[in-house]
């Protein structure tokens, strides 16, 4: 292990994505616009199991550096292979791109206490913050400082170029029965325009075998695989994708001048040694439940379904996160007995931010 290093990885869509959305409709199966952590790091996982190696890593060598049983019993490392955010938007503008990140979940500067515009910025953008699930990465940083009004800006930021929310119909046929039954999947189109729109995640490692074998397991991914679900109707396929160290415009992920708090980029799910120290200040919780979509087996069963810490999410104290154990429960779904163990990431990704207390 050598000094760790930050990278950043686009990937570029052929056309649409099907990303499972935990609230959906009756009978629809929603969609997002982006990837959490656990999902895309699933993917990942699923390609190095299929290849056995990557960049001289053993898929065992791969999955022991995120778990690793001890003595107290505790499934997940304290430093693991490599820490991932969650994949975010990245759209057009003119001859460069905009980077869109989760709004933190913490009180701005423009609605804090400590402004003395603070009540007319609550009547003038209060919706507009509510109503944001991202923000453009200058935002964001100004956001981490804490020293800006930002109604104005928020107010008129407009992600081009990525829509969610039509729906494809399809039918599923009873083996039994031989009856089908209609339902409808929520689909994320993302418009076709060579290198200016897709997805983004940062990486970080110690490792530097871990970014050879991200371009071996992502090669695969491109030429015969997919990320998310919908896969055979032509979802999630990629034509291409970079993986490059971050330039000095993201600096700000590891150093905010005066921050007292964190904001996750990523899922996290605490180890059991950190439930009793969490401090939040603000943040929400998502539900991550689902099929096993492990390409070792055909057998595709319910996972356990669990609770992480949501991408935007503001803690006190720095979580490390760790591995959570899905494995189908054995009485629930003995036939699941003795194939695999099922895992979802829940490392954290930290950046610090600034936050007033007093809010």
């Known amino acids: 292990m050598t000094e760790e290093k930050t990278y950043i990885v686009h990937l570029y ?11 959906s409709g009756v009978g629809i199966e929603a969609t997002q616009e982006f990837i959490h952590s656990d999902t895309l790091w699933a993917a990942i996982a699923n390609y190095w199991s299929i290849l056995g190696q990557a960049g001289g890593v053993s898929f065992s060598e791969f999955i022991n550096g995120f778990r690793m049983k001890t003595a107290q019993g505790n499934d997940s490392v304290i430093n693991p292979l490599f820490r991932m955010t969650s994949a975010f938007p990245f ?9 869109w990140l989760p709004k933190p979940s913490s009180v701005p500067y423009s609605l804090s206490s400590c402004n003395a515009g603070q009540a007319e910025q609550k009547k003038k953008y209060g919706k507009s913050f509510k109503e944001k699930r991202f923000i453009t990465k200058e935002t964001f940083q100004h956001w981490l400082l804490f020293n800006s009004e930002l109604g104005s800006v928020i107010d008129c930021e407009e992600m ?6 039509s ?46 074998g991200l371009r071996e397991v992502f090669n695969v991914i491109r ?43 990523s899922l996290c799910y605490p180890r059991d040694e950190e439930q009793s120290s969490i401090e939040p200040i603000a943040f929400e919780h998502v539900i991550r439940k689902g099929w096993t979509g492990s390409l070792a087996t055909g057998l595709q ?11 935007g999410s503001v803690l006190s104290n720095a979580l490390g996160g760790g591995i959570a154990d899905v494995t189908p429960d054995p009485v629930k779904t003995p036939e699941w007995r003795g194939v695999h163990d099922v895992f979802r990431n829940g490392y954290a990704f930290l950046v610090p931010i600034k936050v007033n207390s007093e809010d």
């Open 13 to 23: 869509f052929k056309k649409s994505l099907h990303i499972g959305a935990s609230r």
């Open 91 to 99: 759209t057009p503008e003119g001859h460069s791109r905009i980077y």
């Open 160 to 165: 081009a170029g990525i829509s969610h929310g």
């Open 167 to 212: 729906l494809r119909a399809q039918a599923t046929i009873d083996r039994l029965t031989n009856k089908a039954s209609l339902y409808h999947s929520g689909i994320t189109y993302l418009e076709h325009q060579t290198q200016s729109i897709g997805l983004y995640w940062l990486l970080r490692t110690g490792d530097k075998r871990v970014e050879l």
């Open 223 to 265: 030429d015969i695989g997919g990320i998310g679900g919908n896969i055979s109707s032509g979802c999630g396929e990629l034509y291409h994708y970079e993986i490059a160290d971050v330039d000095e415009s993201w600096d700000f992920i590891n150093n905010t001048p005066d921050a007292n708090a964190f904001c996750l980029l």
């Open 301 to 311: 069963k319910k996972r356990k379904t669990i609770s992480m810490l949501a991408e």
